[in-house]
């Protein structure tokens, strides 16, 4: 999660709010922050670190693990609306990679300040061509994209 | 209710720590911003 912290500052630039969810008391998110994270990033994690002692909140994301008693590593990007545009569950041995989640989170914004008229192919990052999908596209991708742009 | 793409988020209230402080947090609250909800395993973990 110190990760998740050092790239606040970028997250909060494009508006977005972070939470995260363990099966951990509120007192031990308290001990975890001042004992070992805020030696990892100034001034501790900015964010909220919510407790989900019982796995409620994990099962209804689908994320609780009931043999171990503890949350699968999930990520959730959730727009101004409530909706769930992303989402990616990672079993504990491996960590996130908090600038893809960054990438397509800029991805999502720019899919939601078009209206939809535009769509992202892949590997996209702000700055590179967008899709204007419609029935000119059709079939002509090749001419406006490859592979080599990702 | 299980999350899906495409579909609203679960709302949940839950106890948490933030900046000193001990609160609850309460997802239906940020409606009309961005959200980034993350799970992991455990405090103290090594990842």
Known sequence: MSAVAAQYKSLQKLGIEVISVSVDSHFVHKMWNDGELSKMVEGGVPFHMASDQAGNVGRAYGCWDETQGIEMRGRFIIDPDGVIQAMEVLTPPVGRKVAETVRQVQAFQHVRDTGGKEAMPAGWEPGKPTLKPGPDLVGNVWKVWNPSME | ?47
């Open chain 2, 1 to 47: 209710m299980t999350a899906r793409v495409g579909q609203k988020a679960p709302d949940f209230n839950a106890p948490a720590y933030y900046r000193g402080s001990f609160t609850n947090v309460k997802l239906s609250d940020f409606a009309g911003k961005w959200v980034l909800l993350c799970f992991y395993p455990g405090d103290f973990t090594f990842v």
